[in-house]
């Protein structure tokens, strides 16, 4: 017998699948078709960890189940390499970002390769690459002309150590995460996309999706749609009136001061003389920090008095305005009318500068020395008392409009998405600044923009992308007038390129135009798309966002790019904490297949684990196991070859206990396949081999020959998603010469799955020819139906008549024919 070395059969399978290209994905008339995608991945410096790998596998084995079932499976992968990350590597190690991209993207493919995923590389897409970042270009310019791509002044966070822009999540305390330098707001003139115009559609449409309810959710509260009033309040002895939304304008009587947040336009104008410079200072500080750190709850509150005071329309009564880090600029108006007994955070900071508490309504059971919040009976509000706060929502409202001094408004959350990156290493923007006739879109015939080459592509600190330093790219002329005019320098956020790959995938090589619209609607939308939580919010919101674009443009039939959303859970040190190359704990996959255990083993090791949506800790000791699985499996093949076939009587009873230990499996690997229970998909296999075990000996293997066959090869089409190298060697050495993963997926007999069943001998002629296993209560016409279509019994049966038929029940089914 020969010993299982995966390091022998594996790369030749590679290999051999590579040559015959058996992924490639067809659009076939005949069969329905499946897509299945991965996140777009980011080809970084470092190698791909086991905790890279459970995403691919789960991808894998789906697509592996799907094609054997009968489906024509796109199961594609690319590089998502544009961005920050690959620029700082590069930077870092001192070569041109394009050599980097390179390097890590043929690194990243060898390892997927040497996995055995089952990837269509006839399709493979890198986002660096002109030909797919001219069509990105392209759908910039069709945003632009439908006006949903603008540019204006914005301040954005800055470090000036970096001398770069900085997400919100990228500052720390005020400081850079990366070096640790204080940061400061930039006004920059930065491009926009108008996703809010999109908003209400991005949050309905979460519907029509079959996604976890927590990423509805996450989605839902981005977007962050409130419906409410917009109430203007009449500063004193001023001309302005300072706007707020309100979801409770119900609560209006209970106002008892107003706040702005530090950036609102309003705050100089409002400050008294001998508080500006205090409230300067506060405002700096306040721009140093982030939002989440802002709106932190257990935040102990600071404010300053700008010395002004509103005046509230619903009862005249002259209320103090505040500035305040906790109120934001980017939602509703940036000021709010504040109600300490109905917010936490107002109540707090109330309690903190001894402002008044009054409360607006009363709630069963809550006492006035505390806030709280909800619906209840409206009090201390003049002629709205006694109402319930629903009521008086739209009595106030209706009745603050008919003064003019409100208005129903529909408020969100979502800021349009700001896609200009001052870097170097990304799609550039195709965009023409002419002096006469302001941003002009470069002409399609002139797509791609390409990227030029530099030898030194650091940021130069002056808000100007490095591309800013190239004459030769920025100088250009007008596409309108002919006259002299500029490039756009900056480049587009790296979402933009992940927001429409999936559909470049449908027709990778398209010239003309991104994607046919036939080969789209044959493939798209995705039917399962995998990968972890952690774009939850950007990615998909984005790539949703680019899909409804399409379809309002009739570009596609679809306005929903992601039928399935499948997130999994995390693959943990076994120490528990997360794998990065900063805690030199990670664990590549490189190091195991060297060390003997084998793609398979790891993939195995991926999926029983633990179910599949929930993190677990890499084991070692679980890793062996998985081998020592696959060690059994390839010796009952081998055994079985070595065994021989015999002429000798057949064992029939043997033969049920066959068929009915791998049915069994077959439905329970069938239903758990089915829903991603992946984890006790392999055990039911492990079982079922071990239940095969106690069955087999050589003499045995000869008296069930073609059971024995038929069992080990219904085990390895189930095991064949899981683990596809193992597989398909012992699928040769049972006699085929086909791939095991072309082979059609397995069926189950309910009569030989089913709890209670009887063993019936089956006579022709007064000799037994075969037995069936039947379910105890089932009827003499399904007995014998069951009898005669059993495969010995039918081969008798051919070209005779049956004269009559004998149902002992529980015990014989008999057969006189001629």
Same mark, same amino acid.
């Given at each position: 017998?020969r ?6 059969i594996e790369p030749?399978w ?13 659009e ?12 777009f991945p980011?080809? %970084?410096g ?5 905790g890279?790998v ?5 991808g ?7 094609r054997?079932?009968?489906?024509s ?9 544009f ?8 930077i870092?190690?001192n ?8 390097k890590?993207v043929? +690194?990243?493919?060898k ?5 055995g995923?089952?990837?269509d ?6 986002s660096?690459?002109p030909?797919?970042y001219?069509?990105t270009?392209w759908?910039?310019?069709l945003l #632009?002309?439908?006006?949903l ?7 954005q966070w800055w470090c ?19 070096c ?7 006004a ?7 996703i ?11 519907d029509k999706?079959d ?5 509805k959710?996450m ?10 009033a917009q109430?203007?309040f ?7 009136q ?13 106002? !008892? #001061? ?8 309003l705050v ?7 508080r500006r410079?205090?409230?300067?200072k506060?405002?700096a ?16 509150k /600071?404010? @300053?008095f ?8 619903a009862?005249?009564q002259?209320?103090p ?7 934001l ?10 109600v ?5 955070r107002?109540?707090?900071f109330?309690k903190?500068?001894d402002l ?10 809550k006492?006035e020395?505390q ?14 008392d006694?109402i319930t &706060?629903?009521e008086?929502?739209?009595q106030i ?9 409100a208005?129903n408004? /529909? ?15 990304g799609?550039p923007?195709?965009?023409?600044h002419?002096?006469k006739?302001?941003a @002009?879109?470069?002409?399609?015939d002139q *797509?791609p923009v390409i ?11 002056d ?5 800013a330093?190239?004459p030769? #790219? ?5 596409p309108v ?11 587009m ?8 790959y999936f ?8 010239? @003309?135009?991104?994607?046919s619209k036939?080969?789209a609607k044959f493939?798209?939308p ?5 990968g972890g939580?952690?774009h939850?919010?950007?990615h998909l919101?984005y790539a ?16 929903e790019?992601?039928s ?5 859970g ?9 794998? $990065?190359?900063?805690?030199n704990n ?14 398979? %083993?790891i993939r ?5 684990i633990?179910?599949?949506?929930? %993190? ?12 020592r699985?696959?060690?059994?499996v ?6 079985f070859?070595?065994?021989g ?5 057949? +064992?029939?009873e043997l ?6 230990s791998v049915h069994?499996a077959i ?13 006790t998909?392999?055990s ?22 073609? $059971?024995?066959k038929?069992?080990?090869e ?7 998603? #899981?683990?596809?190298?193992i597989t398909?060697e ?6 085929h010469?086909?791939s095991i993963h072309l ?7 309910e009569?030989?799955v ?9 006579q022709?002629?007064g000799?037994v020819?075969?037995a069936?296993l039947?379910?105890?209560?089932? &009827?003499?016409?399904?007995v ?6 059993e495969? %010995?019994v039918?081969?008798? *049966?051919?070209g005779? !008549?049956i004269?009559k /038929?004998?149902?002992i029940?529980?015990?014989i089914v ?5």
């Amino acid at each position: 017998m020969r010993r299982y070395n995966p390091k022998e059969i594996e790369p030749k399978w590679q290999k051999t699948w590579q040559e015959n290209q058996i992924y490639q994905a067809t659009e076939s008339d005949g069969k329905p078709k499946h897509y299945v995608l991965e996140y777009f991945p980011y080809p %970084s410096g470092s190698a791909m960890h086991v905790g890279h790998v459970r995403n691919y596998t789960i991808g894998d084995v789906v697509s592996r189940t799907k094609r054997m079932q009968g489906f024509s499976v796109l199961h594609p992968m690319g590089w998502d390499a544009f961005g920050l990350p690959a620029e700082n590597y590069a930077i870092k190690t001192n070569i041109s970002p394009q050599e980097a991209v390179a390097k890590n993207v043929a +690194n990243f493919k060898k390892q997927l390769i040497q996995m055995g995923f089952s990837y269509d590389w006839s399709r493979e897409l890198n986002s660096t690459d002109p030909e797919y970042y001219k069509w990105t270009q392209w759908f910039f310019l069709l945003l #632009f002309k439908k006006g949903l791509a603008y540019q204006k002044e914005s301040l954005q966070w800055w470090c000036p150590h970096d001398k770069t822009v900085l997400a919100n999540e990228q500052v720390e305390n005020g400081r850079c995460w990366r070096c640790g330098h204080l940061v400061e707001k930039k006004a920059l003139k930065q491009w926009f996309f108008r996703i809010t115009d999109y908003a209400d559609r991005l949050a309905k449409d979460l519907d029509k999706v079959d996604w976890s309810e927590g990423i509805k959710a996450m989605q839902r509260n981005w977007i962050g749609r409130s419906e409410g009033a917009q109430i203007s309040f009449q500063v004193e002895n001023s001309s302005e009136q300072l706007k707020v939304f309100t979801t409770r304008p119900d609560t209006i009587y209970g106002a !008892t #001061f107003l706040v702005l947040a530090p950036e609102h336009k309003l705050v100089n104008k409002l400050s008294n003389s001998g508080r500006r410079s205090e409230i300067e200072k506060y405002t700096a500080e306040a721009e140093r920090k982030n939002d989440i750190d802002r709106m932190e709850t257990e935040r102990e509150k /600071t404010g @300053v008095f700008t010395g002004s005071y509103g005046v509230n329309p619903a009862n005249g009564q002259k209320i103090p305005i505040w500035v305040a880090d906790y109120v934001l600029p980017g939602y509703g108006t940036g000021a709010i009318m504040a109600v300490p007994a109905h917010d936490e955070r107002d109540w707090q900071f109330a309690k903190k500068f001894d402002l008044p508490i009054i409360h607006a309504y009363s709630q069963e059971g809550k006492k006035e020395d505390q806030s709280y919040w909800g619906e209840g009976v409206i009090k201390n509000s003049d002629k709205y008392d006694g109402i319930t &706060t629903q009521e008086a929502r739209k009595q106030i409202t209706l009745d603050l409009t008919s003064k003019k001094m409100a208005e129903n408004v /529909t408020n969100y959350k979502i800021r349009d998405w700001l896609i200009s990156r001052q870097r170097y290493w990304g799609a550039p923007i195709p965009i023409i600044h002419c002096p006469k006739h302001g941003a @002009v879109p470069v002409p399609e015939d002139q *797509l791609p923009v390409i990227l030029p080459e530099m030898d030194s592509y650091e940021p130069s600190g002056d808000g100007r992308s490095p591309l800013a330093r190239v004459p030769e #790219f920025v100088n250009t002329k007008c596409p309108v007038c002919g006259e002299p005019a500029q490039r756009e320098t900056d480049t587009m956020d790296g979402f933009a390129c992940s927001s429409w790959y999936f559909l470049r995938f449908a027709d990778p090589h398209n010239s @003309v135009e991104p994607f046919s619209k036939e080969k789209a609607k044959f493939w798209l939308p995705v039917d399962d798309y995998i990968g972890g939580a952690e774009h939850a919010v950007m990615h998909l919101l984005y790539a949703r966002f680019w899909t409804k674009v399409m379809y309002d443009e009739g570009l596609i039939s679809f306005d929903e790019p992601f039928s399935t959303l499948r997130n999994h859970g995390m693959i943990l040190a076994p120490d528990g904490n997360k794998m $990065s190359k900063s805690k030199n704990n990670t664990i590549e996959p490189d190091e195991i297949i060297n060390q003997g255990y084998g793609a398979d %083993s790891i993939r195995l090791m991926e999926l029983f684990i633990g179910p599949w949506n929930q %993190s677990a800790n890499w084991s070692v000791e679980g890793l062996a196991g998985m081998y020592r699985f696959l060690q059994r499996v390839w010796v009952i093949v081998f055994e079985f070859t070595e065994a021989g076939e015999s002429k000798t009587e057949r +064992n029939i009873e043997l033969e049920l206990g066959i068929n009915r230990s791998v049915h069994k499996a077959i439905k329970k690997v069938n239903s758990d396949i089915k829903d991603l229970g992946f984890n006790t998909a392999l055990s039911a296999l492990m079982e079922c081999v071990n239940q095969l075990y106690k069955m087999k000996s050589p003499e045995n293997f000869t008296q069930a020959h073609d $059971s024995w066959k038929t069992a080990l090869e219904n085990v390895l089409i189930l095991l064949a998603p #899981f683990a596809p190298h193992i597989t398909e060697e012992l699928w040769k050495e049972l006699g085929h010469n086909n791939s095991i993963h072309l082979s059609a997926w397995p069926s189950w007999d309910e009569h030989l799955v089913a709890e209670n069943l009887i063993n019936l001998a089956i006579q022709i002629n007064g000799k037994v020819k075969a037995a069936i296993l039947v379910a105890a209560n089932a &009827t003499e016409e399904e007995v014998v139906r069951l009898a005669r279509n059993e495969k %010995s019994v039918s081969k008798h *049966l051919e070209g005779k !008549t049956i004269k009559k /038929t004998v149902y002992i029940p529980g015990r014989i089914v008999s057969l006189v024919v001629t």
